[in-house]
C-alpha cells in the first residue's frame, strides 16, 4: 500500500498524465502478483522435494521378471514395508509384512490374484494382472521388526497417500467393497480361465461339476477327520460330553465292565457302566480304576471311595 501510495504522489506531483499513471499502476500489480505466485511455488517444489528425498527405499528392484528370484531370498524371514510402483501412470501401492518373501510370492501368482480377486475389491491385484509384471517397480522402503510393521505402514500411507491403497488405514480393510454382481462376473472369469488351462478336453459344464464334485469330497473328508478328532476327545479325561453319547460309545465296547463306587462318608453306592466312566467320575485316571478292579491297589481312593466290579462277592479295598 505504501508503494502505491508513493507511485500516487508522483504522478500527481509531477503533472503525469493519467495514461502514463495506469500503465505503472497496472505494472506495480503484475509484479507483485507474479512474487506471490512465485513463492507460493517455490514453497510447493521444496515440499515435494522434501517427501521425494525423506523416502530413500532400501532397495529397489526394476526389473521384475529378471529380478523375482532375488526379490524373494532377499527377504526372506525378514519384515517391512514395501511400494509397488506403476512404470506406466505412477500410480503407487504401500503394503507390510512380517514376512516380506511370503508376502511377495503371492503377488508373483496369478492364480492367487484372480482369487483374490473374487473376494476383495483389490485395484492393486488388477492393475498387476492388466499391465503385468514388467510395467512396475517394486521398492523395500523400510525394514523394522515384526512388532512396529503396521506402525510404520500407516507413517508411509500418510506420507506418500498411494492411489492404489483403498484402505487408507495400515491393517485394515476398510473401504473394500465388492458388490454380489461384480463377485459373479469374477468368478466366472477366473472359471473360464482355469477351463482354458486345465479343460484337459472336457466340455466347460462337465469341467464346473467336476470342480465343486471335487470340492465335496474335500468338505466330506475335513468333516470325517473332525468326527474321529471329536471322538478321541470324547475319551479324553475330564471332557464334557452327554451321558447318551458315552453310552452310545460303551455300547460298542465289547470289554466294558459295571464299576461299583461307595462312598464310605455318605454311605451312597454309585454304579457305572464301565471303568472309564467310574474314572470320570471320580476324576481320576483310567489306569487307576483298572489296578483296583484288577487288585493290584487294594487301598481306598481319597481315603474313601470303596471301588468294586458288579457281581464281585469281595470288594476291593
Not at 502514463?20 to 515435494?48: A, D, K, P, Q, R
Not at 491393517?171 to 473360464?192: A, F, M, N, P, Q
Not at 458315552?246 to 464310605?264: E, F, Y
Request: glycine share 6%.
Amino acid at each position: 500500500m505504501r508503494i502505491l501510495s508513493f507511485v500516487v504522489f508522483i504522478c500527481n506531483r509531477f503533472l503525469v498524465s493519467n495514461i502514463f499513471c495506469s500503465f505503472v499502476f497496472v505494472g506495480i500489480i503484475g509484479l507483485m502478483l507474479f512474487g506471490l505466485i512465485y513463492l507460493v511455488g517455490y514453497s510447493l517444489v521444496i515440499n515435494t522435494e522434501y517427501v521425494f528425498l525423506s523416502v530413500v527405499p532400501v532397495v529397489i528392484y526394476s526389473d521384475l521378471k529378471v529380478d523375482k528370484k532375488t526379490i524373494l531370498k532377499d527377504n526372506k524371514g525378514k519384515s517391512g514395508v514395501y511400494r509397488w510402483t506403476n512404470k506406466v501412470n505412477g500410480d503407487a501401492y504401500i503394503g507390510s509384512a512380517t514376512d516380506l518373501t511370503r508376502r511377495l510370492r503371492d503377488y508373483f501368482s496369478s492364480n492367487f490374484l484372480f482369487k483374490e480377486i473374487l473376494n476383495n475389491n483389490s485395484i492393486m491385484y488388477r492393475a498387476l494382472l492388466k499391465y503385468g509384471y514388467s510395467k512396475f517397480t517394486l521398492e523395500i522402503l523400510k525394514y523394522c521388526d515384526k512388532s512396529s510393521v503396521i506402525e510404520k505402514e500407516q507413517y508411509y500411507l500418510d506420507l506418500l497417500n498411494p492411489n492404489y491403497n483403498i484402505c487408507k488405514t495400515a491393517g485394515s480393510s476398510l473401504g473394500r467393497i465388492t458388490k454380489d454382481h461384480t463377485r459373479l462376473k469374477l468368478r466366472y472369469v477366473w472359471l473360464v480361465r482355469l477351463f482354458k488351462s486345465k479343460g484337459n478336453g472336457l466340455s466347460f459344464s462337465k469341467f464346473i461339476l467336476d470342480i465343486y464334485e471335487r470340492k465335496v469330497n474335500k468338505y466330506s473328508l475335513n468333516i470325517s477327520k473332525l468326527q474321529a478328532m471329536f471322538e478321541k476327545i470324547t475319551l479324553k479325561k475330564g471332557s464334557k460330553v452327554s451321558m447318551k453319547t458315552r453310552m452310545k460309545i460303551l455300547a460298542s465296547t465289547v470289554t466294558a465292565q459295571s464299576v461299583l463306587i461307595t462312598d464310605l462318608k455318605t454311605k451312597v453306592t454309585t454304579t457305572y457302566p464301565s471303568a472309564r466312566r467310574a474314572a470320570v467320575a471320580l476324576n481320576a485316571s483310567h489306569s487307576t480304576i483298572m489296578n483296583k478292579l484288577k487288585g493290584k491297589n487294594t487301598k481306598l481312593y481319597k481315603g474313601r471311595y470303596l471301588i468294586t466290579e458288579l457281581n464281585t462277592i469281595k470288594p476291593l479295598k
